[in-house]
């Protein structure tokens, strides 16, 4: 049967906001969860990823796992360790435990952010494009894909890992036009992420239907996935300001951006 209570972590960030307002309509029951309280939801669990008691309570009776929270940019060593690398650790053994069959898992761009960028008539960047994280933040995320692909492997629990491009409301870089992710796809990508049949362990970029795309995103659209949105509304006004992309910027040259080179640091 289709997963109908969800918990959803880091419910009280950027794209856990938007979700928690555009996954109702597919049906969700969302259990909200994140370790600042959320204005309005005085149901939400108030708790960090390191509070194996708190997840272990969190989990129960879910019927599957929308893991968002977590430090979604760079930063110590030591910070990302702590709630990126062990809060996942944390979020897999509580659903281990209980017996969630499903973990839709917020991987990164950043996870594969040092391969290059296409240019031109480039092929788009496969799902299966070796590892080259650009950060420890990144480096986390290849973390966190490989700790799902273990618990499948071993414990039969399915993850899709979703290396999501840019998900805001609106694009505002230049970049951003390549791997743009509308919220309301990103609300269709999750849905179709939850509830896609023996999926097993499962890779897949997120992204809309950009005009200048640089991830493939056929593994995704395998899922039942099919975008609806395209940055190229906002293309005209980006690179009016911005410019275009140079080759020869090394902001400009990888898929990664500027966490290549001058990675925003948390907390932003
Ligand atoms: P965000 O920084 O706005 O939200 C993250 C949330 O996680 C925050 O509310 C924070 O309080 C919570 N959190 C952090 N550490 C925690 C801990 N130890 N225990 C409990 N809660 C904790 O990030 P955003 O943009 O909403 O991203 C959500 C997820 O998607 C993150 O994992 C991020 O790495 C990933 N992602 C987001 C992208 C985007 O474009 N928004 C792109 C690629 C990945
Ligand atoms: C990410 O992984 C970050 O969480 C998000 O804040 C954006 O910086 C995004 O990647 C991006 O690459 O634009």
């Known amino acids: 049967p289709a997963p109908r209570t969800v918990l959803l972590t880091g419910a009280a960030g950027g794209m856990g906001t938007l979700m928690r307002e555009l996954l109702p309509q597919y049906g969700y029951q969302l259990r909200l969860l994140d370790q600042l309280p959320i204005e309005g939801e005085p149901d939400a669990i108030t ?26 940019l760079e930063a110590s060593f030591e910070k990302i360790l702590r709630a990126n690398i062990e809060g996942t650790y944390n979020v897999y053994e509580a659903a281990r435990e209980a017996g969630v069959r499903r973990i839709v898992f917020a991987s990164s761009n950043h996870a594969v952010g040092f391969t290059p960028r296409p240019v031109g008539d480039d092929p788009l960047i496969p799902v299966d494009t070796p590892r080259r994280p650009d950060t420890y933040y990144g480096v986390s995320k290849s973390f966190g894909e490989d700790l799902a692909s273990l618990y499948w492997d071993k414990y039969g629990i399915e993850t899709v890992a979703i290396r999501i491009g840019s998900c805001f409301p609106e694009p505002t870089t230049v970049r951003m036009l390549s791997i743009w992710l509308s919220p309301a796809d990103g609300a269709r990508l999750l849905h179709a992420a939850l509830t896609a049949e023996n999926v097993g362990y499962r890779v897949v970029y997120g992204s809309s239907g950009n005009t200048r795309p640089w991830c493939d995103l056929s593994s995704a659209r395998a899922l039942g996935y099919e975008p609806q949105d395209d940055s190229e509304p906002y293309a005209a006004k980006l690179i009016a300001e911005q410019g275009e992309l140079e080759p020869d910027n090394p902001d400009h040259q990888h898929l990664g951006g500027a966490f290549c080179t001058n990675p925003p640091i948390w907390p932003r």
């Open 47 to 72: 708790s960090d990823l390191s509070d194996r008691d708190a997840l272990r309570e969190a989990v129960r009776g879910v019927d599957a796992i929308i893991h968002l929270a977590g430090i979604s």
